[in-house]
């Protein structure tokens, strides 16, 4: 049976990648410092297949047709459009179709409905965490899309539920495969809004307090109260809270938090010891 | 709300030919979007304010990107339009 042997999260705010050069030297260290430990504790958990969970920033999909969530259940799925991430050493990137089709099939025999993609594109949600992490060889990947960008969106509690079931899935895969799972974005920030810039640092500093606490119940009811007012950026801590899911809520351990205001993020990175 | 044909012009710029030919002439491309008068007159006008009503936030801020308005020039004019933030009404 397949084991979960690792469970991350990461912030991936586009600036990391665009800014770099007028990021302060001590705002690169501590990105460096915390992208080098996560892919330490990433490649000590020696994943033969990565979940992702990141959103699509209207790349894949738009408001003609706009998924709650997606699995990317391709064999291959396409690198990062965006031009400035041209850098990105890989142009397309491996799937696990039969890991992935496992947990759709999983998902609704338990009552969840995730649309699924033959080939999505990764966007620097997904890519820059892996890039900046040094994840190289990257592991196949499967892609999971919480939409965290146009309302309306998943609920707190649904994606906990979700990353539960993930972690179902994974357990139940007939095959002998090393899983871990990466939750990217968040914490706070606000893109496009007359907010743009603001960190939420108490936001930030009262969230990962409750995710160390464990209590999922105290964390949804926090983040329901909080989260609409930590900006739109953090709407995707709903993916930190799918990780949190998958961990059953336990073990949760900040690599390091700063709020960076030239990345315009709060920016996060944490493991789960699942072990 | 969000104004559907704006929404698929800015979704649309982010092809990297169809950025180029807006970038040289506006005009040309915006025909064929079939916009409402008042729209296609805030977008020829940069309104910033009147335009983040209409679509998603991080649309509008990859359009303003795109055709060239400086970062802090945007920071400028999306925070002196004072709007509640569309992420607000929503509820996690």
């Not at chain 1, 996560?38 to 920033?57: C, E, N, T, Y």
């Not at chain 1, 799937?95 to 995730?114: K, Q, Y």
């Not at chain 1, 965490?129 to 969106?153: H, M, Q, R, S, T």
């Not at chain 2, 802090?72 to 929503?90: H, K, M, V």
Request: net charge negative; glycine share 8%.
């Amino acid at each position: 049976m397949a084991e979960l042997t690792g469970v991350y999260a990461a912030s991936h705010g586009p600036m990391i990648v665009r800014n770099w050069g007028k990021l302060t030297p001590a705002e690169q260290s501590g990105l460096d410092s915390a992208f080098s430990e996560l892919g330490k504790r990433m490649r000590a958990a020696r994943p033969d297949a990565l979940i992702v969970i990141s959103p699509d920033h209207w790349v894949n999909f738009f408001i003609d047709n706009l998924p709650a969530i997606c699995v990317g259940v391709g064999e291959v799925h396409d690198g990062p459009p965006e031009p400035w991430l041209h850098d990105f050493p890989h142009r397309t990137l491996p799937g696990h179709p039969a890991l992935a089709e496992h947990i759709v099939r999983h998902a609704h025999e338990h009552d969840f409905e995730p649309s699924v993609s033959y080939r999505l594109a990764l966007d620097h949600g997904f890519c820059i965490p892996l890039w900046k992490a040094g994840l190289d060889p990257l592991p196949p990947i499967v892609p999971v899309v919480f939409n965290d960008l146009e309302p309306p969106y998943p609920s707190v509690k649904r994606c906990f539920d979700w990353g539960a079931m993930l972690a179902e899935a994974v357990a139940s895969f007939p095959g002998k495969l090393r899983v871990a799972i990466l939750a990217t974005g968040g914490l706070s920030h606000s893109i496009g809004e007359p907010d743009m810039g603001r960190i939420d640092e108490a936001f930030d500093r009262d969230c990962i307090q409750r995710f160390e606490r464990g209590d999922p119940r105290a964390l949804i009811e926090f983040l329901n109260e909080r989260l609409p007012g930590a900006g739109n950026g953090a709407s995707e801590v709903r993916n930190w809270v799918a990780a949190h899911g998958a961990a059953r809520a336990r073990g949760f351990e900040l690599i390091r938090y700063d709020p960076i205001p030239n990345v315009y993020v709060g920016c996060g990175f944490a493991s789960w010891n699942v072990r | 709300m969000r104004d559907y044909w704006l929404s698929k012009l800015f979704f649309d710029l982010q092809n990297p030919a169809l950025a180029n030919e807006y970038r040289a002439g506006r005009g040309k491309v915006l025909d064929r979007y079939p916009l409402k008068a008042e729209v296609r007159a805030a977008v020829e006008s940069d309104d910033v304010g009147t335009l983040s009503k209409l679509v998603n936030p991080y649309l509008l801020r990859f359009y303003f990107l795109m055709a060239g308005m400086p970062e802090d020039e945007f920071l400028r004019r999306i925070r002196s339009t004072g709007a509640r933030a569309p992420a607000r009404a929503a509820h996690g």
